[in-house]
């Protein structure tokens, strides 16, 4: 059974500052991660995913994430922070079983950014 | 990019009536996803569609919620009869069919059941 864990429930963060967005996770193999973002009253959007290769995977709007197989963890790093990044941020895994690409989401983090 | 509509978005509905929820995938895509997601909880999966049969199902998928996507129209979960736990976002999701594909999410159809 695969599992995935976000510790923060809520991160506070001032405008311009640096973010860490901490994800581990639980699989018996190398899974396949992403991160995806929800803003109030929408869908989630993609913001990166990591098959394989270089642990540091970029993502849209300057978001970075690093996959350490040795600490199961994928967390997700912006440098500067801006105040429409304000949401909510789940990291989710997804194992290899052909095309069923069921997604297991952690329990999400809420970003605030504050001015 | 690709989108995934979901018709409604939001209804209220009597405890105990039938309620079905409508997505529209996207075009060329083969993996249809349910996923619930209670007022500011985690998204949890209900159930997964490919080639006209369940793939997988969560112990959320109760008896009274069924899937189904007829003749390549939308894909649709109902809830028969609803009960006050249903209340909730639904999000439909849909992925091309590779193994790690990216799944694409509708914004959600919010219901309330009264």
């Known amino acids: 059974a695969q599992s995935v864990t976000q510790p923060d429930a809520r991160v506070t963060v001032s405008e311009g500052a640096s973010l860490q967005l901490r994800c581990k996770y639980s699989?018996?193999?190398?899974?396949?991660l992403f991160w995806y973002v929800q803003y109030p009253r929408q869908g989630l959007q993609l913001l990166l995913k990591y098959y394989s290769g270089d642990p540091v995977v970029q993502g849209v709007n300057s978001f970075e994430a690093e996959f350490s197989k040795s600490n199961s963890s994928f967390h997700l790093q912006k440098a500067s922070v801006h105040w429409s990044d304000s949401a909510v941020y789940f990291c989710a895994l997804s194992a290899h079983t052909g095309g069923n690409n069921k997604l297991t989401f952690g329990q999400g983090t809420v970003l605030s950014v504050i001015p | 990019g690709p989108k995934v509509l979901q018709i409604p978005s939001h209804q209220i509905i009597d405890m105990g009536q039938m309620v079905t929820l409508n997505c529209d995938p996207v075009s060329n895509h083969l993996y249809f996803y349910w996923y619930k997601q209670i007022l500011g909880q985690q998204m949890e999966f209900l159930v997964n569609?490919?080639?006209?049969?369940?793939?997988?199902k969560s112990k959320l998928f109760k008896d009274q919620f069924s899937v189904e996507r007829p003749d390549g129209s939308y894909f649709t979960l109902k809830i028969q009869p609803t009960a006050l736990e249903d209340s909730a976002v639904y999000f439909c999701a849909s992925s091309p069919g590779n193994s790690g594909n990216t799944l694409y999410f509708g914004e959600g159809s919010r219901l309330i059941v009264v």
């Open positions: 569609f490919y080639n006209g049969k369940v793939m997988e």
């Open positions: 699989y018996s193999a190398t899974p396949y």
